[in-house]
């Protein structure tokens, strides 16, 4: 098709292009019309927050050997101050990565002993 060709074509129609095929001419589809389409902001549902978190439904409590004392935790300020410890939830593929890191700096290290 020439340059002219393709700006003439019909807003019904669109090139599909797939790299190592020859390119397709098809009717464009109508999404608004697909049985999903309630659960996107095109039929009213709300956007997709990226890492938002809102099934989150416990706190997590890191407590180090030798500093806090258990029975100390039934104190509110000893509590509060052992709840102020950074604390990040992981994905399962960040886990691996990092268990996965770990073994590779491991193995480096065994090799520089060598």
């Given at each position: 098709?020439?340059?002219?060709?393709?700006?003439?074509?019909?807003?019904?129609?669109?090139?599909?292009?797939?790299?190592?095929?020859?390119?397709?001419?098809?009717?464009?589809?109508?999404?608004?019309?697909?049985?999903?389409?309630?659960?996107?902001?095109?039929?009213?549902?709300?956007?997709?927050?990226?890492?938002?978190?809102?099934?989150?439904?416990?706190?997590?409590?890191q407590?180090?050997?030798?500093?806090?004392?258990?029975?100390?935790?039934?104190?509110?300020?000893?509590?509060?101050?052992?709840?102020?410890?950074?604390?990040?939830?992981?994905?399962?593929?960040?886990?691996?990565?990092y268990?996965?890191?770990?073994?590779?700096?491991?193995?480096?290290?065994?090799?520089?002993?060598?």
């Open positions: 098709m020439t340059q002219d060709e393709i700006r003439t074509l019909d807003n019904d129609k669109a090139i599909l292009l797939i790299r190592g095929e020859k390119p397709i001419i098809d009717q464009k589809y109508n999404i608004l019309k697909h049985p999903n389409v309630k659960e996107t902001t095109d039929g009213k549902a709300k956007p997709y927050e990226h890492g938002r978190i809102d099934r989150a439904n416990a706190s997590i409590l407590l180090e050997p030798n500093e806090i004392d258990i029975n100390k935790l039934k104190d509110i300020t000893e509590y509060k101050r052992a709840e102020k410890n950074n604390t990040e939830l992981l994905s399962e593929e960040d886990i691996e990565i268990y996965l890191m770990e073994e590779y700096e491991n193995e480096k290290e065994q090799e520089n002993k060598k």
